[in-house]
Nanobody, 123 residues
C-alpha cells in the first residue's frame, strides 16, 4: 500500500498560482504512474495530469500550458504547479498512484489515493 498526503491547496484570485505537493510513503517502489485528479461538486473526477516513472507527462486539454506536473523520486513527492488559474479550476484535487505500466485517464485504474486538497479560484 502507498500512503499519499497532499498539501498546498488554498484560495486565490483568477490569474493566480498555486503549487500542490503530494508526499508518498509505503510501498513506493511499486508505483509506476502518478497523477493528479480533480473533482468539482456535481462533476465526475477527471485526470488533470499524470506522469510515468520515466516518461513524459500528460495533461488534460483544459490545463495544457498552465499546469506542470513533476516528480521528485528522491523525495517521493509529486508536484503540480498551477499558473493562470481560472474559476473553473476550482475543485478538490487528489493525488493518485498506480502500478500499471502506463498512465490511464480513468480513476478506476488508480489504487492509492490521497485525501485531497481544496483549490478555490475566485473571479
Amino acid at each position: 500500500e502507498v500512503l499519499l498526503v497532499e498539501s498546498g491547496g488554498g484560495s486565490v484570485q483568477a490569474g493566480g498560482s498555486l503549487r500542490l505537493s503530494c508526499a508518498a510513503s509505503g510501498y513506493t517502489s511499486s508505483v509506476s504512474c502518478m497523477a493528479w485528479f480533480r473533482q468539482a461538486p456535481g462533476k465526475e473526477r477527471e485526470r488533470v495530469a499524470s506522469v510515468q516513472r520515466d516518461g513524459w507527462p500528460t495533461y488534460a486539454d483544459s490545463v495544457q500550458g498552465r499546469f506542470t506536473i513533476s516528480r521528485d523520486r528522491a523525495k517521493n513527492t509529486l508536484y503540480l504547479q498551477m499558473i493562470s488559474l481560472k474559476p473553473e479550476d476550482s475543485a478538490m484535487y487528489y493525488c493518485a498512484a498506480s502500478a500499471f505500466p502506463w498512465c490511464s485517464p480513468s480513476a478506476d485504474a488508480y489504487k492509492d489515493w490521497g485525501q485531497g486538497t481544496q483549490v478555490t479560484v475566485s473571479s
